[in-house]
């Protein structure tokens, strides 16, 4: 596949990018450029190939599943404007 200028200049008006005569004729060359590569792309069999997440085989590392930090709501609530029973108190906002 590849675009006219005229398809191109189109296609940046649809976009809202304004574009010279030069800019067109270059921006025509990279599309048709892009639209070659995933031609070749598409040419090559893949039937067999497994889907895959990642390009290299890469376990995932896993660390234990451990707690490390204290329990410090205490520390927190005495340094919060308000709490009550353990709850934060906040202004009510919604009417």
């Known amino acids: 596949m590849s675009l006219s200028n005229e398809q191109v200049g189109h296609i940046a008006r649809l976009a809202r990018v304004a574009l010279t005569d030069a800019e067109i ?40 599943d451990l707690v490390t930090d204290t329990d410090r709501r205490d520390a927190f609530q005495q340094i919060a404007p308000q709490t009550e029973a353990g709850l934060y108190l906040v202004p009510k906002v919604i009417e």
Request: charged letters at 25%; aromatic letters at 4%; hydrophobic letters at 40%.
């Open 25 to 64: 004729d270059a921006t025509r060359t990279k599309l048709n450029d892009i639209f070659a590569l995933i031609e070749q792309m598409q040419a090559v069999d893949t039937a067999g190939v497994e889907p895959m997440s990642h390009a290299q085989e890469f376990g995932t590392r896993l660390r234990a």
